[in-house]
């Protein structure tokens, strides 16, 4: 099984390298796709990165290189892992897929993907969401996906970025139970 792992703004970092490793103790292989050709950017901070992420590759450029991805791999079995803006390009490179091999998506923070709450969602689909976005009513955003059958919203008791150490909202005790219940799950697969 290969997990396709999508950064969030802050492209490939440490701790997205970190995470990586740790989950491949429980998986074939991970393939990191980010949004600046695995060059790390060491933002100072979140308004930069999403500053840089605008001018030099944006959510449709994202969303087509996770696209590729998938297609590059449509004999091996795949999990899909995304935070915030690389969930976005994995939602939006899902609608309307059909591939069996792709076993599920875990999205943590996609707040973009309130703009494409009509996607057409063929595979299993967990969302994590911040306890509150300051942008949009995140509890209206569930209730208008949760009528899915492929997909479950979790509400999460942390805020947007809590799995990132580069952010704000970062949380270690939320980062710790998290990849713990990723880890879980992988070994299912």
């Not at 950017?41 to 696209?67: V, W």
């Not at 949380?171 to 299912?188: H, M, T």
């Amino acid at each position: 099984m290969i997990i396709l792992l999508a950064t969030d703004i802050f492209g490939i970092t440490d701790a997205v390298e970190n995470l990586s490793k740790r989950l491949n103790v429980v998986c074939e292989s991970v393939q990191i796709l980010d949004p600046y050709g695995a060059k790390h950017m060491d933002f100072q901070d979140e308004d930069k990165a999403y500053e840089a992420f605008n001018q030099l590759c944006g959510l449709e450029a994202y969303a087509t290189l996770c696209t590729k991805a998938l297609e590059a791999r449509l004999d091996e079995d795949l999990v899909m892992i995304g935070f915030s803006m690389g969930a976005s390009a994995i939602w939006k490179a899902l609608d309307g897929r059909t591939n069996v091999n792709i076993k599920s998506f875990y999205g943590f923070y996609s707040s973009q993907i309130r703009y494409f709450l009509d996607a057409k969602i063929n595979v299993s689909c967990t969302l994590f969401f911040p306890k509150y976005e300051k942008h949009f009513d995140v509890d209206e955003v569930i209730t208008q996906l949760v009528g899915h059958e492929k997909i479950t919203c979790l509400k999460t008791e942390y805020l947007h970025g809590f799995m990132n150490p580069y952010s704000i909202n970062y949380d270690a005790k939320g980062y710790e139970e998290y990849s713990r219940w990723i880890e879980k799950k992988l070994e299912l697969f």
